[in-house]
């Protein structure tokens, strides 16, 4: 199911943090396909609750370097080129299911995902990961935090603990449809939250010759919320050309923009 985007226009300020050393990201099974980007040539770790067998197609195999499995649960995989989403099936021995679409590209995030399962228990999850974190940031609090980031003086930032600033590609990409308008990512953090979810401040300028109202429901990409700095921006050239979005995803922006 695709999730809805909600509008925030409002904005508050927040702190910059460190690259995270040993970043886990949790995705929480759902009964929707979780979806994992490879990076090519480089190793990804799945980690799921219990220990399993992978059914990966023949074409698949063809096109992965290497796919180990452990014991315990973990999947270490390396695509060797780019593919689009194929269907994976991941079956543990007390038979629990899950349906992983997978695709590699040239770029991509290393850091480990753990598969959360609220129908296991904690303590016999090999994980050891939970559907509850102690950190319960909402949208709200993610959007604030990225426009204080962004705009506030330190003094101003309120911090929020757990959060850590991740990479993300910069380059100009095609975010809105039919829009005039040149989007450039800045910054991204993660929150430790279960499922991790991403929030990354988007550099609008206008490239028209008109005033633009600006249209979160344009928006290509799975985004949760989307929230604008400014309602508009003016024409090209003009006082007030350039604004700031703040998007809300469950995955890092890469994987889910266009």
């Known amino acids: ?28 099974w759902n009964k ?33 370097e290497r796919i180990q499995i452990t014991e315990s649960g973990s999947v270490y995989w390396i695509a060797s080129k780019s593919f689009k989403r194929q269907r994976v099936n991941a079956l543990t021995h007390t038979g629990y299911s899950y349906i992983l679409d997978i695709e590699a590209r040239p770029k991509g995030h290393q850091h480990p995902i753990a598969i959360v399962d609220d129908r296991i228990p904690t303590e016999a999850s090999s994980t050891g990961q939970s559907t509850k974190s102690k950190y319960d940031y909402d949208y709200v609090d993610l959007t604030r935090f990225a426009a204080q980031s962004v705009y506030a003086p330190d003094r101003l930032i309120k911090p929020l603990p757990g959060i850590r600033r991740v990479a993300v590609d910069s380059g100009h990409l095609p975010l809105v449809k039919g829009a005039d308008l040149l989007t450039e990512p800045m910054v991204q953090w993660v929150a430790p939250t279960v ?14 010759l008109r005033k633009i109202t600006l249209d979160p429901r344009l928006l290509r990409g799975d985004f949760l919320a989307a929230s604008s700095q400014h309602a508009s921006v003016n024409a090209a050239g003009e006082e007030g050309d350039t604004t700031t979005w703040y998007l809300v995803s469950d995955q890092p922006f890469d994987e889910v923009s266009p």
């Open 1 to 28: 199911m695709k999730p809805f985007i909600s509008i925030i226009l409002f904005l508050l300020s927040l702190p910059v943090f460190s690259q995270p050393i040993d970043l886990l990201e949790h995705r929480v």
């Open 32 to 64: 929707e396909p979780i979806h994992i980007v490879l990076p090519v040539g480089k190793e990804r770790r799945i980690d799921f609750p219990l220990s399993i067998d992978l059914q990966v197609s023949a074409s698949v195999q063809a096109m992965s």
């Open 195 to 208: 499922p991790s979810l991403y929030v990354t401040a988007v550099r609008i300028t206008s490239n028209s």
